[in-house]
């Protein structure tokens, strides 16, 4: 990596301790004593889609985990490591977040990936990407003949739902949401035309939430 990235990152950091952490300073006094956000997201890492940027949120706001296509595997203790499954317990059994958001987004490379049937490529990707092969699959049964593109969006939405549902397969989780205390939300970020959709689980589809730019 060149060395002017890292200057620019350095220089970045710099203006948010000028311009955040030493102008309002009362709210990084108050984060010192701990979190309490009310939402945790669950997002892409794509360094296109960054919650707190799209939400512009303050620090201490949201709780959140990335990582690629913004995927929930389901509920299944075991000796292995839940790197994704163990920030959630946290969210919800520690911070007592009151929503969940999975927040997907359209052009995802991790379900390009999986449409293109790439799904063995490296050690972790492919794994990792077969959380959503029913996702694929009934895109391919209910659009067989439409373009790539257009799976590929509809994969990306019907990707979302997968992680909502395995959501509901952690006791904890399906408890709270039984009783009130917790909502589970899928948020859609259009990039190709700046609008927010979200899942309306009545109609069974995404319906704008935030109407694209004018």
Same mark, same amino acid.
């Given at each position: =990596?060149?060395?002017?990235?890292?200057?620019?990152?350095?220089?970045?950091?710099?203006?948010?301790?000028?311009?955040?952490?030493?102008?309002?300073?009362?709210?990084?006094? !108050?984060?010192?004593?701990?979190?309490?956000?009310?939402?945790?997201?669950?997002?892409?890492?794509?360094?296109?889609?960054?919650?707190?940027?799209?939400?512009?949120?303050?620090?201490?706001?949201?709780?959140?985990?990335?990582?690629?296509?913004?995927?929930?595997?389901?509920?299944?203790?075991?000796?292995?490591?839940?790197?994704?499954?163990?920030?959630?317990?946290?969210?919800?059994?520690?911070?007592? *977040?009151?929503?969940?958001?999975?927040?997907?987004?359209?052009?995802?490379?991790?379900?390009?990936?999986?449409?293109?049937?790439?799904?063995?490529?490296?050690?972790?990707?492919?794994?990792?990407?077969?959380?959503?092969?029913?996702?694929? =699959?009934?895109?391919?049964?209910?659009?067989?003949?439409?373009?790539?593109?257009?799976?590929?969006?509809?994969?990306?939405?019907?990707?979302?739902? *997968? !992680?909502?549902?395995?959501?509901?397969?952690?006791?904890?989780?399906?408890?709270? *949401?039984?009783?009130?205390?917790?909502?589970?939300?899928?948020?859609?970020?259009? =990039?190709?035309?700046?609008?927010?959709?979200?899942?309306?689980?009545?109609?069974?589809?995404?319906?704008?939430?935030?109407?694209?730019?004018?």
């Amino acid at each position: =990596m060149p060395q002017r990235d890292l200057d620019r990152f350095i220089a970045g950091f710099r203006r948010f301790q000028r311009n955040y952490f030493c102008h309002d300073h009362n709210l990084f006094e !108050s984060l010192r004593e701990g979190q309490a956000p009310r939402a945790l997201v669950i997002a892409c890492s794509d360094s296109r889609v960054d919650p707190a940027h799209l939400t512009d949120c303050n620090p201490g706001d949201l709780f959140v985990i990335r990582n690629v296509a913004n995927l929930v595997p389901p509920y299944g203790p075991d000796a292995n490591f839940h790197g994704v499954s163990a920030a959630i317990e946290y969210a919800v059994t520690c911070l007592d *977040v009151e929503h969940i958001i999975v927040l997907g987004h359209a052009c995802c490379g991790g379900i390009h990936s999986l449409m293109q049937q790439a799904e063995g490529q490296g050690e972790f990707i492919g794994p990792w990407m077969g959380i959503a092969r029913r996702a694929r =699959m009934q895109v391919l049964e209910s659009l067989p003949h439409a373009t790539p593109e257009v799976q590929e969006r509809a994969c990306e939405q019907a990707a979302l739902l *997968v !992680s909502l549902e395995n959501l509901l397969t952690f006791p904890w989780i399906a408890k709270r *949401v039984e009783e009130g205390t917790l909502a589970l939300h899928g948020w859609f970020f259009d =990039m190709e035309k700046g609008k927010l959709l979200r899942y309306d689980g009545d109609e069974d589809s995404f319906v704008e939430l935030v109407t694209a730019c004018a």
